[in-house]
């Protein structure tokens, strides 16, 4: 399985940080933040990996290089400075990840999800029942309503019941039949594909319920890096 790492945000909560540093190179616990994921990928096997990147990006392929430092294989997607949203990324990735049903994994994220398990998920992607599998987590404080719901069947409904939302970590597998409708090349947005694929039932998902951390800000950049250490 291949694995694509989301590197293409500015970083606008984290500045002045990243004004000279892009986002997922701050540095956590020893590691750049993107670090661990790569750590993690290849912990599980995933050693083929695609970054994208916009702001900086220069810098991200300067520091993370071939991926041999951490037993893998990375090739970069070049968005420009201005970036083109999640699904205009993959979309535009999509020549590098191939055919076949891929993980994505948000780069300004802390987790110690088990990608090794997530990957094994990749079997219920058909490209036409089933899209995509999300993973996801118990509301933080500034998202207290949480984004999709998460049925008895392990299905996910784009309208939670009250009370009953969650929020997606970022962090899921994805069949390219998802993205057939989507430009490369051009911004756009994954949540609406989300919620129409939801709709016709054809997105799966699971409740992580061990660390996970979205490192927005100076403050929680903070707390990636005590958290980090006690590992």
Known sequence: MRAMILAAGRGERMRPLTDTTPKPLLPVAGLPLIGWHLKRLADAGVHEVVINHAWLGAK??????DGAAYGLSIRYSAEGEQGLETAGGIATALPLLGEAPFMVVNGDVLTDIDFGQLAAQAALL?????????????????????????????????????????????????????????????????APLLRQAMAHGQVSGELHHGVWLDVGTPERLAEADRLARQW
């Not at 991200?60 to 290089?65: D, K, Y």
């Open 126 to 190: 058909d490209g036409k029942t089933r899209l995509a599998h999300l993973v996801l987590v118990s509301n933080p404080a500034h998202n207290s309503r949480g984004d999709f719901g998460l049925r008895a069947d392990g299905m996910l409904a784009a309208t939670p019941e009250p009370g009953a939302g969650l929020t997606f970590s970022g962090i899921g597998l994805y069949h390219p039949a998802l993205f057939a409708a989507t430009q490369p090349g051009q911004p756009a947005k994954l």
């Open 60 to 65: 991200i392929e300067a520091a993370l290089g």
